[in-house]
């Protein structure tokens, strides 16, 4: 048995090599595409944030902010995490700027970037993933929640993923909640027994992520408990009906989830979550998350303004991707290789090299060999047109070998003029 390295990745984290770059680097151009699209601007955001950000913004009884968060306390005494998640960043972001004086809405996204949660690692949960995230500041307006759901899934269908669904469902506001809430604990301590010990805990601080639990004798409880849907004031009904009217309109495959909470306390109305369902109707991991967040621009500091977003992992998209051995159109291979003889060569080359990136012409090239043989080898192995040898007497003479890799003809051109012999060539071929 090989021995294993001292030095390895913590658990739940990982390397993104070679193979999965190329589905990596797909998912973020084709986010960097649908964003400018759709008119959102890009914001960046530190990895670190103060604590209290995520436990007021996440909300101090989530999972994620009692069990996930990495946090620790500076040199100088700070108390800072790193960030579980991009909304209470953005909403800080768009507080400190004052982007509430410009005109509303303000949409922003930030593309592929790392989030840390200490979660136990399994099938598409890591303890460094990453999310691409699209936010809707200062709009309240039924129809925005449409679009990000829209997007959300115009990504993964570019992406080349398929058998896609949306579950979708109104959590209301904090006028009917509370009904709601009332009703839930009343059922579910009639039935306190069953419930896991999380559950017991969240039946005091807050029943509603009850509705989360993934423990089976938890679910079989939520699912004869009483659903929102019947508690909702008259606003979040109108709102949840006109959020429906438009879903209908775009022809986009949903179905209600009655008790769909999401697992962050900041979602008012519409919480959505797109995922990949098999042929037997089994739920794949939740592919893009989101919803309203109304209250949360006010919570943080901020004035009382209306918000909606989702944000999607990357790390799960890009298993789908690979499982499914989704075609990824690559640029096309260099079509010429630069090989080199002597110490003249090498240096003539390295200039030339550059000459031709400028010129954005693409060159293989292998300058630590010595051998022309290995190097017209990979020549031969890359399918390059044209090889150009720079041996002694060339790099003396300022010239170059063009040869043409079928045929094996071969011209003898001047150094400065090779660029436009080869645009010449390539423009023909
Ligand atoms: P979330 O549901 O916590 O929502 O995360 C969004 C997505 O990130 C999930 O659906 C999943 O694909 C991915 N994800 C989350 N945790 C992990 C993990 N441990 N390993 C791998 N992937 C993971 C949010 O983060 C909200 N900020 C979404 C949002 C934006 N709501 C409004 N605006």
């Given at each position: 048995m090989s021995k294993k390295p001292k030095f390895q990745t913590l658990t739940g984290m990982h390397d993104i090599l070679g193979e999965e770059q190329k589905y990596f680097q797909k998912i973020y151009s084709v986010v960097e595409n649908i964003a400018q699209f759709y008119g959102f601007q890009k914001i960046e955001t530190p990895?670190?944030?103060?604590?209290e950000l995520f436990s007021k913004g996440t909300g101090s009884s989530t999972d994620v902010v009692q069990k996930e968060m990495y946090s620790f306390r500076t040199k100088g005494g700070d108390y800072v995490s790193l960030r579980p998640e991009g909304t209470p960043s953005i909403v800080r972001a768009y507080i400190e700027h004052g982007m509430i004086s410009r005109p509303q809405p303000v949409k922003l996204y930030h593309n592929v970037a790392p989030f840390f949660r200490y979660e136990r690692p399994q099938a598409g949960r890591y303890r460094e993933f990453h999310q691409f995230d699209f936010e809707v500041l200062g709009e309240k307006n039924s129809v925005i929640d449409v679009q990000l759901i829209q997007i959300g899934y115009n990504i993964l269908k570019e992406l080349g993923l398929k058998d896609l669904i949306i579950e979708i469902n109104s959590i209301g506001d904090a006028q009917c909640r509370p009904y709601y809430k009332k009703s839930l604990v009343n059922y579910l301590r009639k039935h306190q027994v069953v419930l896991c010990a999380d559950c017991k805990r969240r039946l005091k601080e807050n029943p509603l992520r009850i509705l989360d639990c993934k423990k089976e004798k938890c679910q079989e409880l939520v699912n004869t408990a009483p659903q929102i849907i019947d508690y909702l004031c008259e606003e979040c009904h109108n709102y949840f009906k006109e959020v429906l009217e438009f879903l209908d309109e775009l022809d986009l495959p949903y179905r209600l989830n009655p008790f769909l909470a999401r697992g962050l306390d900041y979602y008012t109305k519409t919480v959505f979550e797109i995922f990949e369902e098999t042929e037997e109707g089994k739920k794949q991991g939740i592919l893009i998350a989101g919803g309203r967040y109304d209250g949360l621009i006010k919570l943080l500091g901020g004035k009382d303004a209306p918000a909606c977003g989702m944000a999607g992992g990357v790390e799960r998209i890009m298993n789908i991707m690979k499982n499914a051995e989704v075609k990824i159109t690559q640029s096309s291979p260099p079509k010429i290789f630069l090989a080199q003889l002597g110490e003249l060569a090498k240096k003539r080359s390295l200039k030339l090299l550059e000459e031709f990136r400028k010129a954005k012409i693409p060159v293989a090239e292998s300058?630590?060999?010595?051998s022309l043989k290995i190097q017209l080898g990979i020549a031969d192995k890359l399918g390059t047109e044209y090889t150009l040898i720079l041996g002694q007497k060339e790099a003396l003479e300022q010239s170059v070998i063009v040869r043409e890799m079928t045929t094996g003809r071969q011209k003898t051109v001047k150094l400065d003029n090779v660029i436009a012999e080869m645009r010449k060539r390539l423009k023909k071929s």
């Open positions: 990895i670190l944030e103060e604590t300058l630590s060999r010595d």
